[in-house]
């Protein structure tokens, strides 16, 4: 477990989807590719290594095995066997429905699953793409279900335009969609607990209108307007802070040259989303090569990473 650990994608088609994951990252399926599943503990859903001595195992396996070695002592403590987060790209080619994600105790007692708290990163925007964040007034239980028997949902919800670098924080309940045109990386619990509560009235692959799930959405929506946009100013060769949770802190790394990273102080798993560039990461002196749409996982138990590049952008994520 000495090395940069690669994963194969698990390649997602969507009604919803498109063409982009193929485009912008080499990411290459037949159909509508709508999501780019990159590290996955999600059951049925679990990632295998893709390099090196360990290709072939399960992240799964992989925690069983190394325990706090993998993912460190507190996150395994917390966390058991269970790989803790979830790391996607998403090409929405079309407008996602609306949903909301429920916390971890209605998860856990209805789905027996995390809550599903996540965070955004904009990485390619056409057509005046725009997300759905909120409501775009005073909100309370009686107005909504008002709108919501009315099938006049849409009058209601917040939209905002986005462009390449914004990023945002969707906390459990808050209402969202992503807007047609709109690349990103999303990351998020380990759970695939979704509550659709809109879906622009349009059907399915099999021709039928997409269940929602207003009643179980009901318990879990939070009505109050919430920020989302993270705030961050741009800095070279520096960790830079976009998002910090109790389930994952977010920084983005742009680099314009060569640096060593010093992890002793992380006592946690890293994951590198490759967002721009390319280049190698050399960890113990095995060096593994990395591109733009790549993502990366270095092990609790490295203390040290080189990262040789002349141009390369990251999204650095680990449990604080």
């Known amino acids: 477990m000495n090395y940069p650990i690669k994963f194969n994608p698990i390649l997602k088609e969507k009604i919803w989807g498109g063409n982009k994951l193929k485009q912008l990252f080499g990411k290459f399926a037949e159909g509508k590719i709508g999501e780019s599943w990159e590290i996955s503990g999600v059951e049925n859903n679990i990632s295998i290594i893709a390099n090196g001595d360990l290709k072939g195992t399960s992240i799964n396996r992989l925690v069983e095995e190394y325990k706090e070695k993998l993912v460190g002592v507190k996150t395994y403590?917390?966390?058991?066997n269970k790989f803790p987060l979830l790391f996607k790209f998403i090409d929405a080619n079309e407008n996602l429905s609306v949903?909301?994600?429920?916390?971890?105790?209605?998860?856990?007692?209805?789905?027996?699953s995390f809550g599903k708290t996540e965070m955004w990163y904009i990485l390619?925007?056409?057509?005046?793409?725009?997300?759905?964040?909120?409501?775009?007034?005073?909100?309370?239980?009686?107005?909504?279900?008002?709108?919501?028997?009315?099938?006049?949902?849409?009058?209601?919800?917040?939209?905002?335009?986005?462009?390449?670098?914004?990023a945002y924080f969707i906390g459990t309940g808050t209402v969202h969609a992503i807007g047609a045109g709109v690349v990103l990386a999303e990351i998020?619990?380990?759970?695939?607990?979704?509550?659709?509560?809109?879906?622009?009235?349009?059907?399915?692959?099999?021709?039928?209108?997409?269940?929602?799930?207003?009643?179980l959405a009901l318990d879990a929506i939070n009505f109050k307007n919430v920020k989302t946009q993270l705030d961050y100013s741009e800095k070279l060769d520096k960790p830079v802070l976009l998002c910090k949770t109790p389930y994952f802190q977010t920084n983005k790394l742009k680099l314009s040259h060569n640096i060593c990273r010093n992890l002793?102080?992380?006592?946690?798993?890293i994951v590198y989303m490759c967002i721009e560039g390319s280049g190698s990461m050399i960890v113990n002196e095995n060096s593994e090569t990395f591109k733009t749409g790549e993502t990366i996982l270095i092990p609790a138990q490295i203390n040290s990473l080189e990262i040789k590049t002349n141009s390369a952008t990251f999204l650095e994520v680990y449990i604080p």
Request: charged fraction near 30%; hydrophobic fraction near 25%; charge should be negative.
């Open 77 to 80: 403590q917390s966390f058991g």
């Open 99 to 112: 949903q909301l994600h429920p916390n971890d105790e209605l998860a856990k007692q209805r789905h027996n």
């Open 124 to 166: 390619d925007v056409e057509n005046k793409g725009e997300l759905v964040l909120g409501f775009n007034q005073k909100m309370n239980e009686a107005l909504y279900k008002k709108h919501l028997s009315e099938n006049t949902l849409s009058e209601i919800l917040h939209s905002e335009k986005v462009k390449k670098g914004d």
């Open 188 to 215: 998020q619990q380990t759970s695939d607990i979704t509550y659709r509560i809109y879906d622009y009235n349009r059907p399915g692959v099999d021709g039928n209108l997409r269940e929602l799930h207003t009643d």
């Open 264 to 269: 002793e102080a992380i006592d946690s798993f």
